[in-house]
C-alpha cells in the first residue's frame, strides 16, 4: 500500500521571496517544538511556515510532531516537553475538569472539519451511497464496529454524537474502537475491519479514490450547521508559560498566521510541490481542490469568539467528554494575537 504521508523535514522550498536560508540564520532562531494529533490538511500551515521562513522572520525554528491522534499531543504540552499544541478542543475542556488548565491564544480553524467514510461492501449490501440522506446512513452503523484514531479524540467523540442522533447507544449498539492515524485506517475499512472510520482531510478522499469506500459524512464544506463557527482546531499552551514568555507565543502566532494568509490568498497551484511533498497517493487536481475547500476553514485573524467556544462546550457535554463548562474568559485569551 502507498503511504498516505511522506516523512516531514526541515529544508527550504523556493517558491517565493518569503523563503529563507535555514543554514545561515538557524544558530540565531530559537528551537520550539509544537505536536498535532495527525498531519492532516489543516495543519499543512504549520509545515508551510517553517520550510518557507515565515517563522524564521520571527526568530523561531518550529519542530511539529504528530502523535497519532489527540490526547499524547496535549500530554507532551502538560508535561513541558513542547512549548505548544495545535489541536482539537477537547483537552482544554477536559484538562480543565482535571485541575490543570490550559490556554486557548489562537483558532486555526473554525469549522469541524472532521469527515467519516464508509466500508464500500457494506454501503452497497444497505443501498448506501455518498448521496444517500445523512440519518439512512448513521442508521447503517447499527451493529457495527466504527473507528476514531483513539478512545477520547475527538473523532471517537464525533462518532458518539453520531450515535446519539441515531439513537443509538456506545458500546451496545454500536461497538466504537481507534485505530490510529492514516495508515492504519485507511486498511482497516478497507478490510471491513470497521465499517466506519472519522479523520479529517485528505484521508477520506484518498480510501474513496481507492474506490473501497464511500463518503459518510461531508462536514469538510460545511454541511451540517451545527459544525459551523465551532472552535476546532487551534492552539494552546500553558498559562504558565506565556505568561513567563509572552513574545515567543507572539511570534509564533504572528509566523503561524503568515503562513495561514498566504496560503489562503496565494493560488494553491504556486505551493503544490509543497503538498505533493506532504501528501502522496493523490493526483494534482485533487490535492488542489482538497485544499481549496480545506483552506476555507482558516480563521484568518486567530481570534476565538464565544459563540464557537459555546459550540464545543455544548457539543462536548452531550458526548459527556465533561460534566462542566468553564467560563471563556478562563480558557482562552485573544491577546496574544497581532494588533491585540
Excluded at 505548544?84 to 480553524?109: C, H, I, W
Excluded at 473554525?110 to 466500508?119: A, E, G, K, L, V
Excluded at 451545527?226 to 508559560?241: G, K, S, T
Excluded at 511570534?251 to 494568509?261: C, D, E, P, T
Aim: proline share 5%; glycine share 6%; net charge positive.
Amino acid at each position: 500500500m502507498r503511504r498516505l504521508f511522506v516523512s516531514t523535514v526541515a529544508i527550504g522550498i523556493t517558491l517565493s521571496a518569503f523563503a529563507w536560508s535555514h543554514s545561515l540564520h538557524a544558530q540565531n532562531l530559537q528551537k520550539v517544538r509544537v505536536t498535532i494529533p495527525v498531519p492532516v490538511f489543516t495543519f499543512f500551515p504549520l509545515y508551510f511556515g517553517q520550510e518557507n521562513g515565515f517563522f524564521a522572520k520571527e526568530g523561531l525554528d518550529v519542530e511539529t510532531i504528530s502523535t497519532n491522534g489527540d490526547g499524547p499531543d496535549v500530554d507532551a504540552l502538560i508535561a513541558g516537553s513542547v512549548q505548544f499544541t495545535a489541536s482539537t478542543p477537547n483537552r482544554l475542556f477536559m484538562s480543565y475538569e482535571q485541575g490543570k488548565s490550559l490556554l486557548d491564544v489562537m483558532t486555526l480553524t473554525n469549522r469541524m472539519s472532521i469527515d467519516c467514510f464508509m466500508n464500500k461492501a457494506l454501503a452497497d449490501k444497505r443501498g448506501l451511497t455518498a448521496d444517500s440522506p445523512f440519518d439512512e446512513k448513521l442508521k447503517a452503523m447499527k451493529d457495527q464496529t466504527v473507528a476514531g484514531t483513539r478512545p477520547g479524540a475527538f473523532t471517537y467523540l464525533l462518532l458518539q454524537a453520531y450515535a446519539k442522533r441515531a439513537g443509538l447507544t456506545p458500546q451496545k449498539d454500536i461497538k466504537i474502537i481507534g485505530v490510529g492515524g492514516p495508515n492504519s485506517m485507511l486498511p482497516a475499512v478497507e478490510n471491513g475491519n470497521v465499517a466506519v472510520a472519522c479523520i479529517g482531510s485528505p484521508t477520506v478522499e484518498l480510501a474513496v479514490q481507492r474506490g473501497k469506500a464511500i463518503e459518510f459524512s461531508r462536514n469538510l464544506v460545511g454541511q451540517d450547521p451545527a459544525y459551523n463557527d465551532f472552535l476546532f482546531q487551534h492552539v494552546y499552551v500553558r498559562p504558565d508559560y506565556a505568561k513567563q514568555n509572552p513574545e515567543v507565543v507572539k511570534k509564533f502566532i504572528r509566523g503561524l498566521l503568515a503562513s495561514v494568509n498566504y496560503l489562503v490568498d496565494t493560488p494553491v497551484e504556486n505551493y503544490l510541490p509543497a503538498l505533493k511533498k506532504h501528501y502522496s497517493g493523490l493526483s494534482d487536481d485533487m490535492l488542489v481542490n482538497i485544499f481549496k475547500r480545506t483552506r476555507a476553514t482558516f480563521k484568518r485573524d486567530g481570534v476565538t469568539t464565544e459563540e464557537s467556544y459555546r459550540k464545543v462546550a455544548s457539543f462536548l457535554m452531550d458526548t459527556g467528554a465533561i460534566t462542566k463548562v468553564a467560563p471563556f474568559k478562563e480558557l482562552v485569551t485573544n491577546d496574544y494575537l497581532p494588533s491585540r
